[in-house]
């Protein structure tokens, strides 16, 4: 199932280089999110959105940014790329406004970004 | 802000049972999850419990929730060499205001031998 796909899978790009992530959902999910994996730290938000141009910080907003002109676009922008920004991204979608297992967060396969 | 924390590594064998542990800060969580993590791949659901049980039992995951004590585990019978992945723990408080906006841990690598 097509579900949710992220391009690039792999990145490497330059310290102050501008970098796009790409994220797609086909099931028309309310709500999508962008979340780094780290060692030793799991995974962490970045940012989410509600809906189109509804977006909102998560834990770790600062150095990127998003935009959701479309339900089933989000985009996650590094402005100026930091070797800190080195990880691996996920995009995620859930089409609920509270917790239900019946719609679980579904991610896609995720960026894996290297900042040199 | 919540936390939510995992040992980071696991070893067992196979068709032994495994245990894998979180504990959690936020006493409004709802919702707690079992996300599987393959290799290369994205998060998938594995099972969750919601606040209000203390037990649930799926074919051979069974999670056990002490809300008291903020634990979680999740043990798998008879392991397989299918099993070895990253397991993280999520939670989800009761009212976000942001969808599924989930706290996970820091996941725990179950490896498994032969």
């Known amino acids: 199932d097509a579900g949710i796909t992220q391009s690039p899978r792999y990145k490497i790009t330059e310290t102050g280089r501008q970098v796009t992530l790409m994220c797609h959902q086909t099931w028309s999910h309310s709500y999508m999110f962008w979340y780094r994996q780290d060692l030793g730290h799991g995974l962490r938000l970045i940012y989410y959105?509600?809906?189109?141009?509804?977006?909102d910080k998560g834990e770790v907003p600062d150095g990127y940014v998003v935009s959701r002109s479309k339900t089933e676009n989000f985009p996650l922008t590094l402005e100026s790329a930091t070797r800190s920004q080195t990880s691996v991204y996920f995009c995620?979608?859930?089409?609920?406004?509270?917790?239900?297992?019946?719609?679980?967060?579904?991610f896609g396969n995720g960026t894996r970004l290297t900042v040199t | 802000g919540e936390d939510v924390e995992q040992s980071l590594f696991l070893s067992v064998r196979e068709g032994d049972s495994s245990v894998i542990n979180c504990t959690y800060t936020?006493?409004?969580?709802?919702?707690l999850y079992w996300y599987k993590q393959e290799p290369g791949a994205g998060l998938q659901l594995l099972t969750y419990?919601?606040?209000?049980?203390d037990m649930k039992q799926d074919q051979r995951l069974t999670v056990l929730l002490n809300k008291k004590d903020k634990h979680l585990s999740l043990r798998i019978a008879d392991t397989q060499t299918g099993d070895s992945a990253i397991y993280f723990c999520a939670e989800s408080p009761h009212f976000t205001g942001g969808g599924n906006k989930l706290t996970f841990g820091t996941g725990t690598q179950l490896k498994v031998e032969l």
């Open positions: 959105s509600a809906a189109a141009d509804i977006t």
């Open positions: 936020d006493s409004s969580s709802t919702y």
């Open positions: 419990i919601f606040s209000n049980m």
């Open positions: 995620a979608s859930s089409d609920v406004y509270l917790s239900s297992y019946n719609s679980p967060l579904h």
